[in-house]
């Protein structure tokens, strides 16, 4: 472990220190191919960060090609090789539909530097001071308006500023989830979510995902014999599959966490937007129970740099994820808090939320059109609700890591599946994520998918060697 040891500094970032550590220990083989890094608990113990650290490093490491998960059994070492290679394959046309990142020519950025402004000559040196409190009273009022316009019954006293959705999680895990207790999850879900809840010993049981939402049936059946201490949900436009909950699922996982005695910690990062769905509506705006512990993170509607979010929490739950918050790094920056209230409250927040809503379904529709039209009789595609995901399911048999490394170099990038289950037998799903790429590039894209597939298809059975089936990102 010695040679993880780093001293860090305080005026730069944290994650961005260690990233940049560990890959100079990849570059400059210290650290072997295929090698396994330290367990994400193990590693933030270690250093003296929190688990959320180390997860978006290790995100970032994969991402940037260096490692490679394999699910159950942790990150490895890329070879170094193979990311070249992948590095030389990155032409300047390549299509990414990997990037869950919204287009940088969406970002306000005008505005926004007039509200970083507004917040400078308004509240001056203060904004630099430690906030150890819930956050800025300005912001969390403006919050608790806005989410009352969706129909979430809350005041500034339920909310906690967090620096993103994954920081939301990690805090929330660090308040209440102790070795061995029950995590229940969406099979497929989001993988960061997974790490938080491996990284605190957590048991995780997996729900299979129905066209209208989780399988009740199964969901019943588990409880029966198994009391979760949480389960962790997307109930609009689901990452990875798009799907959203029926309006009946909703009350009913509702009533099912009442019945049963656990919590529900809803992650909200896109239910803004109706696309196709006949009710976006949160799952918190229907709980009368106080059982649901709901996350809203602005990456996908704002600016993902701003590393910004809410949580809205039960009374009763609020001092202990409070100094789980405080523990983690005291308090969310003071001039990003500022400057998202002026913007929020000066800037027409709602009439900015539709511009983007019109991007976003704009994308939406002609990917879904698109992808019922030209690949809708070839692979299986998940009924999508809305949202900037789709999960398309290859011919049973069929591998989509090594899917990945074939279209890439056709130049589209994908997310195999893999990457979205606790622990996956067939490994024949694959995720489009158009957040990122432009209209013209979401129609070229699909169409060299179109374009290559049979070839896949036929050189896979035929047993041909379609390049290495590691899993990259």
């Given amino acids: 472990m010695e040679r993880y040891k780093l001293k860090l500094e305080n005026n730069n970032s944290k994650y961005i220190q260690i990233y940049n550590h560990i890959k100079k220990l990849i570059v400059n083989g210290d650290i072997k191919e295929h090698e396994k890094l330290p367990p ?54 390549i299509i990414y539909f990997d990037s869950g990142n919204p287009s940088k020519d969406m970002f306000p950025l005008k505005d926004f530097k007039s509200a ?14 430690y906030d150890e409190g819930k956050g800025s009273n300005q912001l969390r009022e403006e919050l608790s308006t806005y989410l009352k316009g969706k129909k979430i019954n809350t005041n500034k006293d339920n909310i906690q500023i967090i620096s993103g959705a994954q920081q939301g999680i990690d805090i929330v895990c660090k308040g209440l989830i102790n070795y061995s207790d029950v995590v229940f999850v969406e099979e497929p879900t989001y993988n960061g979510a997974l790490e938080v809840f491996k990284s605190r010993g957590a048991k995780i049981i997996t729900i299979p995902m129905l066209d209208d939402g989780l399988d009740i049936g199964i969901l019943k059946l588990k409880l029966e014999k198994i009391k979760p201490k949480l389960i962790y949900v997307m109930p609009n436009f689901q990452n990875p599959t798009g799907i959203s909950y029926s309006t009946y699922k909703k009350k009913k996982l509702i009533e099912l966490s009442e019945e049963y005695d656990f919590y529900i910690l809803e992650d909200d990062f896109i239910s803004d937007f109706s696309f196709d769905s006949e009710d976006n509506r949160p799952l918190k705006s229907y709980d009368m129970k106080n059982r649901v512990i709901y996350i809203k993170s602005f990456s996908k509607i704002l600016m993902p740099g701003l590393r910004i979010g809410i949580v809205d929490i039960p009374k009763e739950l609020q001092k202990k994820i409070l100094w789980a918050k405080y523990s983690s790094d005291i308090s969310t920056p003071g001039l990003i808090q500022k400057s998202m209230y002026y913007y929020m409250k000066y800037f027409d927040w709602l009439e900015y939320l539709k511009s983007i809503d019109k991007v976003y379904t704009k994308k939406y529709k002609l990917t879904k059109t698109l992808l019922e039209e030209k690949l809708g009789d070839k692979l299986k595609i998940s009924k999508s609700q ?21 279209i ?66």
């Fill in 408 to 473: 890439l170099e056709k130049g589209v990038c994908i997310t195999p599946g893999a990457y979205f289950f606790d622990n996956i037998m067939d490994d024949r799903f694959f995720r489009i994520n158009i957040a990122n790429e432009t209209i013209e590039n979401i129609e070229k894209g699909i169409t060299i998918i179109e374009n290559n597939l049979d070839k896949f298809i036929t050189s896979y059975k035929n047993g041909e060697d379609i390049r290495s089936n590691k899993i990259f990102y």
């Fill in 40 to 93: 994400i608990r193990k590693l933030s113990d270690f250093i003296n960060v929190n688990n959320a650290t180390i997860v978006k490093v290790y995100e970032l490491l994969e991402k940037e090609g260096y490692v490679y998960k394999a699910i159950g059994s942790g990150t490895f070492v890329s070879s170094f090789n193979l990311k070249k290679e992948r590095t030389n394959t990155k032409v300047k046309d």
């Fill in 116 to 129: 970083i402004n507004m917040a400078l000559e308004k509240d001056g040196a203060s904004i630099f001071e």
């Fill in 386 to 406: 809305g949202g900037l995901n789709f999960f398309l399911e290859l011919p049973r048999g069929y591998s989509s890591q090594a899917f990945y490394n074939f």
